[in-house]
């Protein structure tokens, strides 16, 4: 080789040498996802899975830059701006979709469930089937069903072993009326309080009391301000993995398809991550001075026709009867 020619291909090399990281950092791209659980909550477990396994499937040329524990605003922010894109992903519940297609309300029926074996065929098979579509039309893209879990009750007044003692109680919920309707069911007085106020709420005796699921009470330590828990579980919701139409438009087929299955796969991990815990998580808040109770469930369930009512007001009586219908047909098959 004379020296014209190797200098030619030496500046071929350093041409293409200089060149080759600019082009891969031209091509990543970098997703928002936003939740409202704690950092150390299964849900943000299963987030950083998901945006490793996206990563490494994908080459590097799509990350997810996570933000957890309300960091973008809370639930109802947090979907109305994964519908305008501002946010790409996140995890909204059935309370908060509802707001834009009144069909979602039907799922949250008070004691609808008798568990979660039974809760998670009925989700993941027919009720994903009717429900997908109808949030396309609203700007969300369903991948798949995460975990939230049974809502159980708590406050700082007095245990709760039947009815009447939660007659009387400020009880904090989300604004969610079938939370409400259901809380109301039983005497309660609710207000609404933002999720990211609710601690201070409580510790400044704005409210008696409030619900959530287990794991919800142990991170966000709700036992260092309030004294009782009842394990009601009165309402059994979920986290759905969602993502806005117009980024999931910017993915490839290829890259659509990674979603789909990693998050089933982070999905199925947060599940057991929940289950596995929350015996352990109990037995912790116990120990950090709450008194648990178990109450019998029947007489509470006895109480819910007016829920049921309101619900069926608020979400379309036909809505309601076809998520009852899909779940008695599956308790019957």
Same mark, same amino acid.
């Given at each position: 080789?004379?020296?014209?020619?190797?200098?030619?291909?030496?500046?071929?090399?350093?041409?293409?040498?200089?060149?080759?990281?600019?082009?891969?950092?031209?091509?990543?791209?970098?997703?928002?996802?936003?939740?409202?659980?704690?950092?150390?909550?299964?849900?943000?477990?299963?987030?950083?899975?998901?945006?490793?396994?996206?990563?490494?499937?994908?080459?590097?040329?799509?990350?997810?830059?996570?933000?957890?524990?309300?960091?973008?605003?809370?639930?109802?922010?947090?979907?109305?701006?994964?519908?305008?894109?501002?946010?790409?992903?996140?995890?909204?519940?059935?309370?908060?979709?509802?707001?834009?297609?009144?069909?979602?309300?039907?799922?949250?029926?008070?004691?609808?469930?008798?568990?979660?074996?039974?809760?998670?065929?009925?989700?993941?098979?027919?009720?994903?089937?009717? %429900?997908?579509?109808? $949030? #396309?039309? @609203?700007?969300?893209?369903? /991948?798949?069903?995460?975990? =939230?879990?049974?809502?159980?009750? !708590?406050?700082?007044?007095?245990?709760?072993?039947?009815?009447?003692?939660?007659?009387?109680?400020?009880?904090?919920?989300?604004?969610?009326?079938?939370?409400?309707?259901?809380?109301?069911?039983?005497?309660?007085?609710?207000?609404?309080?933002?999720?990211?106020?609710?601690?201070?709420?409580?510790?400044?005796?704005?409210?008696?009391?409030?619900?959530?699921?287990?794991?919800?009470?142990? %991170?966000?330590?709700? $036992? #260092?301000? @309030?004294?009782?828990?009842? /394990?009601?579980?009165?309402? =059994?919701?979920?986290?759905?993995? !969602?993502?806005?139409?117009?980024?999931?438009?910017?993915?490839?087929?290829?890259?659509?398809?990674?979603?789909?299955?990693?998050?089933?796969?982070?999905?199925?991990?947060?599940?057991?991550?929940?289950?596995?815990?929350?015996?352990?998580?109990?037995?912790?808040?116990?120990?950090?001075?709450?008194?648990?109770?178990?109450?019998?469930?029947?007489?509470?369930?006895?109480?819910?026709?007016?829920?049921?009512?309101?619900?069926?007001?608020?979400?379309?009586?036909?809505?309601?009867?076809?998520?009852?219908?899909?779940?008695?047909?599956?308790?019957?098959?």
């Amino acid at each position: 080789m004379d020296r014209r020619s190797f200098l030619k291909t030496g500046a071929g090399v350093a041409s293409l040498t200089l060149a080759a990281p600019y082009i891969a950092r031209a091509a990543v791209t970098t997703l928002r996802f936003a939740h409202f659980a704690d950092e150390n909550h299964p849900a943000n477990i299963a987030a950083k899975q998901f945006a490793a396994n996206v990563e490494k499937r994908t080459n590097g040329a799509l990350k997810i830059a996570i933000f957890p524990n309300n960091q973008l605003g809370g639930p109802p922010e947090q979907a109305q701006q994964i519908k305008l894109g501002t946010i790409d992903m996140g995890l909204p519940t059935q309370g908060q979709l509802d707001k834009y297609d009144k069909a979602f309300a039907a799922m949250e029926l008070p004691f609808i469930f008798n568990g979660p074996e039974e809760a998670f065929p009925i989700l993941d098979g027919p009720t994903m089937d009717w %429900f997908r579509p109808l $949030a #396309e039309k @609203q700007g969300f893209i369903l /991948l798949r069903n995460w975990e =939230y879990g049974f809502r159980n009750l !708590t406050n700082s007044v007095h245990p709760i072993n039947a009815p009447d003692d939660v007659k009387g109680l400020k009880i904090r919920t989300p604004p969610e009326l079938q939370i409400q309707a259901s809380m109301e069911a039983l005497g309660a007085v609710v207000q609404a309080i933002a999720f990211p106020e609710l601690y201070l709420a409580l510790s400044q005796k704005v409210v008696d009391g409030e619900e959530n699921p287990i794991a919800v009470i142990y %991170f966000n330590k709700i $036992a #260092e301000v @309030q004294k009782h828990l009842a /394990l009601t579980r009165h309402i =059994y919701n979920n986290m759905i993995h !969602t993502v806005g139409v117009n980024t999931w438009k910017r993915l490839t087929p290829e890259q659509q398809t990674i979603f789909r299955e990693e998050s089933k796969t982070s999905g199925e991990l947060m599940r057991r991550l929940i289950a596995d815990a929350e015996t352990d998580q109990i037995a912790k808040l116990e120990k950090a001075g709450m008194l648990v109770t178990r109450p019998d469930l029947a007489p509470f369930r006895a109480k819910m026709d007016p829920a049921y009512k309101r619900i069926a007001d608020y979400a379309g009586a036909d809505n309601v009867k076809k998520f009852r219908d899909i779940v008695e047909k599956h308790r019957k098959g």
